[in-house]
């Protein structure tokens, strides 16, 4: 192995490579890499981060949520980065490969004693068959001490989704209620009911 020595390397025109496909440069152990213009092709962070949520109160179990799903678009300040879920029946797709890490959050309202709510994250990795398996879920007891007035209540769950193929790698979402009265909530203008995709890193 040889040493080159220098203090500056500049291109011949304007663009200089290093090496070929394949090649593997390594920053020793201590050394700094300063950056003081623009680095393009680096992942920095999350690449791609979103929110989806229901827009209209149902009333019941929605097992899976199949309608009334948005991207959060309001209010001021929504973020999105990156490219965006898509979805179709209560069926999300992911836009790229990666490890992402999935939050599901259920709110509700119930008028009456008592009450069960549950929300699951639900994940299948041959699409489209569709063998669908119970990542994570999470629950909350609803009682009302009085018996009288309306009880709002919520709960969540998370789950990191290794997402290899984007064509057989699917997330769906399920409230579930004991009560067939119970309102899961939705809301056009705030997050009540809704799921956050934020990618990790690489697969």
């Not at 309608?67 to 836009?95: K, Q």
């Not at 007035?149 to 990191?160: E, H, L, P």
């Not at 997050?191 to 697969?203: C, P, Q």
């Given at each position: 192995?040889?040493?080159?020595?220098?203090?500056?390397?500049?291109?011949?025109?304007?663009?200089?490579?290093?090496?070929?496909?394949?090649?593997?440069?390594?920053?020793?152990?201590?050394?700094?890499?300063?950056?003081?213009?623009?680095?393009?092709?680096?992942?920095?962070?999350?690449?791609?981060?979103?929110?989806?949520?229901?827009?209209?109160?149902?009333?019941?179990?929605?097992?899976?949520?199949?309608?009334?799903?948005?991207?959060?678009?309001?209010?001021?300040?929504?973020?999105?980065?990156?490219?965006?879920?898509?979805?179709?029946?209560?069926?999300?797709?992911?836009?790229?490969?990666?490890?992402?890490?999935?939050?599901?959050?259920?709110?509700?309202?119930?008028?009456?004693?008592?009450?069960?709510?549950?929300?699951?994250?639900?994940?299948?990795?041959?699409?489209?068959?569709?063998?669908?398996?119970?990542?994570?879920?999470?629950?909350?007891?609803?009682?009302?001490?009085?018996?009288?007035?309306?009880?709002?209540?919520?709960?969540?769950?998370?789950?990191?989704?290794?997402?290899?193929?984007?064509?057989?790698?699917?997330?769906?979402?399920?409230?579930?209620?004991?009560?067939?009265s119970t309102i899961t909530r939705g809301g056009t203008g705030t997050?009540?009911?809704?799921?956050?995709?934020?990618?990790?890193?690489?697969?």
């Open positions: 192995m040889s040493t080159l020595s220098v203090d500056k390397v500049e291109p011949v025109g304007s663009t200089l490579t290093f090496g070929e496909s394949g090649d593997t440069f390594v920053i020793p152990s201590g050394a700094t890499f300063t950056n003081n213009g623009a680095a393009t092709g680096f992942a920095s962070g999350s690449t791609h981060a979103s929110q989806w949520r229901l827009t209209t109160d149902f009333a019941g179990s929605g097992a899976p949520i199949a309608s009334n799903l948005e991207e959060v678009d309001a209010p001021l300040g929504f973020g999105v980065l990156g490219s965006s879920m898509t979805e179709s029946s209560g069926i999300f797709t992911f836009p790229s490969t990666g490890y992402w890490h999935v939050t599901f959050n259920g709110s509700y309202s119930y008028v009456a004693n008592d009450n069960l709510a549950g929300v699951q994250l639900q994940t299948t990795t041959d699409s489209p068959t569709n063998t669908w398996g119970t990542a994570a879920e999470g629950g909350q007891y609803m009682f009302n001490y009085t018996g009288s007035g309306t009880i709002y209540s919520s709960c969540s769950a998370s789950y990191i989704f290794d997402v290899t193929n984007v064509s057989t790698h699917k997330m769906r979402f399920i409230s579930s209620v004991v009560t067939a997050n009540r009911t809704f799921m956050t995709f934020n990618r990790l890193a690489d697969t």
